[in-house]
């Protein structure tokens, strides 16, 4: 075998020089490349999760202030049957500084909604007109926060503006739970 030219020397170190460029290339440039390109994409996608959870988050606080406002106007349940008696004991108190006489009262049964139960009580009463309008005013008032759901008034007596009448009155109050 005869020895290499000068020649052929320099085409062949060019030749193994390409093949080793060509090889460093596609064995560990373009892996490199490919992996930073994931990496910047994955970053990207990360920082939009971040900014959605901080969104999340700011609407969570606004949440929970509004839930807070919403507790103090409406209160928070601990037990139904408490409940009951406050209320029941809340009417009375609304009757007897009207002038009505409360014939006969019970609680309704509790509906439950998502975060909230609506109680009602229903009152049998008789008095005057102007009594069970005050009765009625003192109920609704910003401390009792009860709403007129029913209403009958009747005549049931000889003496004028008597009436005798029957209501319910509902009031929600918000889960303990939530």
Known sequence: MRSLGGREKVILVVCVAVVAVYALAQGVIKPLQESRTDIILQRELLERELNLSRQVLKKSRALEVQYAQLKAVFGVV???????????????????AAGVHIVNMRPLPVIKKDIENIFS??????????AISEFFYLAQNQENLFKLEEMNLENYSNSPGMLRGRAVFSRIRLLNSF
Not at 91 to 96: S, Y
Not at 121 to 130: A, L, M, R, T
């Open 78 to 96: 601990s037990n139904a049957s408490k409940e009951d008696a406050v209320m029941i004991s809340r009417a009375e108190a609304a009757a007897v």
């Open 121 to 130: 009580v229903e009152i049998s009463f008789d008095g005057s007109w102007k």
